[in-house]
């Protein structure tokens, strides 16, 4: 229940800094509306994670079992070796093009975080077989 109710307030705070962010930041151009977007769907990806743990908790189901932590674990593992590769791609793009260190870094980070979430989202419908 505690971990829920972290997931939901530090998901709120990325939520309400990432709104200030976008109104103080004017003008804006397209890359940032595309990280904007990138951050309210990972906001919301941490939402129902913390959602679908509270509505467990209130019906007395375990907080985490042997399936969801194996889930947990091969995606981490996934996206770890797919996110190498982006970064791999992120150097090149940035040597190739002369691009700002620190922007190149926050477009890292977003898609370590989106790649994340495909992986969870792919091994929690497709299952994780015998493992």
């Known amino acids: 229940m505690k971990k829920a109710i972290i997931a939901m307030v ?4 990325v939520l309400i800094s990432a709104i200030v962010w976008f109104i103080v930041a004017r003008p804006v ?16 990806f941490g939402l129902f994670i913390a959602y679908r743990r509270l509505n467990g908790a209130r019906h007395g ?13 091969k995606s981490a593992a996934l996206s770890y070796y797919i996110s190498l590769y ?27 975080a989106v790649i994340f979430g495909l992986s969870w989202v792919f091994y929690y419908f497709r299952g994780i077989g015998n493992a």
């Not at 530090?10 to 705070?13: A, D, R």
Request: charged residues 20%; hydrophobic residues 50%; aromatic residues 10%.
């Open 10 to 13: 530090v998901s709120l705070l």
């Open 29 to 44: 151009n397209s890359g940032e509306s595309i990280q904007f977007v990138i951050i309210l769907i990972m906001v919301g």
């Open 61 to 73: 189901e375990p907080q985490e079992d042997e399936l969801s932590k194996q889930i947990l674990q």
């Open 86 to 112: 982006l970064w791999l791609v992120i150097m090149y793009l940035t040597d190739k093009y002369k691009g700002e260190t620190d922007v190149m870094f926050g477009w890292g980070i977003l898609g370590m």
